[in-house]
């Protein structure tokens, strides 16, 4: 069996994507108030570790990004140097209302109302909160997503950079990153 | 001399058994914990399946060529250290580079890994990653003084500094170490907690205290890498502390059923501990498992 051959190529792939599918490490970073509910997620009661979902504590560990409820512009920039440092492939998972459309916040003067515009969301996971099945079963789509190959947002956001950089300047009025290459 | 084509296949598939046996321990460690914790916890193949993942990421960022060299330290010194531990009695299969003064030999290279990994981690500049190092290593001089004086016990009472003698010493069940020298296993028991950094000497990881320590700033295929060179060092910690104290192993099973009774051990006491600081964890290794230590040197000095 030839690894350049097409067969091969999707034995490999099957293997891979089983892999990332059943270890899934969440950068442990809580952005909003929907933080709350992952301490349920995680612990004896409904326990994720069981699906291979852990937490890590630093994001060049991680695989997924987690945003647990409404981004202000201030931590809007720390999610996004967070996001930038993870290795791909690379998941967001929106988490509740205020992610999707602002939720409560939809009218405040220092929230961003979508995250889409801003970064790659995979899975988005509505409910204001969501309990911990909702999560649960936001991870369990996130898995059948990654075996069909259709979480590439981490593709999406490589390819359209310089799109997703002009609306994060959008709102992010004083811009100054670090120019580190990752 | 006849090229011996037994030794080389055993040269190749012994590091392949090791990190197998290593990963296998992880994972159950893992259910081990969530039974424990009242969890169902994730498969025993789990620990395979994260480094399969962390081997198949697409990116992979360095900081340096220090970091680059680091996890590559890591492994060389796995490997070594494994090839001069018998891990069979009397095999021809596994490799087995013993020879006289390997027990000395043997208390230098395992620091090698550590020194790797310290080099590595400061490359990065990541403060949590410096303070992991700075703990890491003076834990380190804390739990090799224990180690060392049970080792010196050890050597002088048996006039050997040789792995497979000590092991030829202790035929039959209760000719074990720790029945013939009982003081200075215990030196050496305590010493096996530090060196499988269980609870509560985990003071170097530390995950929510200074995220992970040193490899914090690990990842992908530098953190697969570290993980696969961890699962070899455990194995090879295992076998050395089963060679020293439990009469070694003749065969294959015996050695699993011995290290893996081993490995409970240090697992129990790490679940039901919580973690020492840096100072304390130095206070407790130069005060009780140390004064042990020097008390099994002067029962071997009083009795020769």
């Known amino acids: 069996m030839n690894i350049n051959d097409k067969d091969g190529r999707k034995i490999v792939d099957i293997i891979q994507r089983y892999a990332q599918k059943h270890s899934l490490w969440v950068l442990a970073y809580g952005t909003g108030c929907g933080a709350i509910e992952i301490p349920p997620t995680m612990t004896s009661r409904y326990d994720a570790e069981r699906f291979g979902i852990t937490g890590r504590p630093t994001p060049r560990m991680a695989d997924v990004l987690l945003i647990t409820g409404y981004l202000a512009t201030k931590t809007l920039k720390r999610v996004i140097r967070s996001y930038e440092q993870m290795q791909s492939p690379k998941y967001v998972i929106g988490f509740g209302s205020c992610t999707i459309n602002g939720g409560m916040y939809w009218d405040s003067y220092n929230t961003i109302k979508s995250l889409d515009h801003y970064l790659p969301v995979d899975v988005y996971i509505n409910g204001c909160m969501p309990r911990p099945e909702a999560v649960i079963s936001g991870f369990v789509k996130l898995q059948e997503m990654i075996s069909d190959g259709s979480a590439n947002g981490w593709e999406k956001y490589r390819d359209n950079l310089d799109l997703y950089r002009s609306q994060q300047k959008e709102v992010i009025k004083n811009w100054q990153m670090p120019d580190y290459n990752w | ?304």
Not at chain 2, 8 to 17: A, D, K, Q
Not at chain 2, 102 to 115: E, K, P, T
Not at chain 2, 211 to 216: L, R, T, V, W
Not at chain 2, 230 to 257: M, N, P, Q, Y
């Open chain 2, 1 to 304: 001399m006849s090229f011996d084509w037994i030794k080389l296949l055993g040269f190749i598939v012994t590091p392949l058994i090791a990190s197998a046996v290593g990963f296998t321990y992880m994972g159950l460690s893992r259910k081990v914990t969530a039974r424990v914790q009242n969890r169902i916890g994730p498969g025993v193949s789990q620990s395979f399946i994260d480094v399969v993942k962390l081997y198949s990421k697409k990116t992979a960022i360095h900081h340096g060529v220090m970091q680059h060299m680091g996890p590559v330290f890591a492994i060389t010194a796995s490997v070594t250290t494994l090839f001069f531990i018998p891990i069979l009695k009397d095999s021809i299969f596994f490799a087995n580079f013993s020879f006289r003064g390997d027990l000395i030999f043997l208390m230098y290279i395992m620091v090698f890994g550590q020194l790797g990994m310290a080099l590595g981690a400061g490359q990065t500049g990541n403060p949590n990653s410096a303070i992991g190092v700075s703990r890491g290593l003076s834990q380190m001089v804390g739990y090799k003084v224990p180690y060392v004086l049970a080792l010196i016990a050890i050597m002088v009472n048996f006039e050997t500094t040789n792995l497979q003698e000590l092991i030829a010493v202790q035929d039959g069940f209760r000719n074990w170490m720790i029945f013939q020298m009982p003081v200075a296993s215990l030196a050496g028991m305590l010493a096996f907690l530090g060196f499988m950094m269980y609870a509560p000497f985990d003071v170097p990881f530390a995950p929510s205290e200074i995220a992970s320590g040193p490899p914090s700033e690990f990842g992908g295929k530098y953190l697969a890498l570290m993980m696969t060179s961890r699962s070899i060092f455990t194995f090879v910690k295992l076998v050395l502390f089963v060679d020293l104290f439990f009469g070694g192993a003749s065969s294959f099973i015996e050695l699993l059923i011995k290290t893996f009774v081993l490995y409970l051990f240090a697992l129990f006491v790490g679940l039901v501990n919580p973690r020492f600081r840096t100072e304390q964890s130095i206070q407790f290794w130069w005060k009780w498992p140390a004064a042990i230590g020097i008390l099994a040197v002067l029962l071997v000095a009083w009795k020769g």
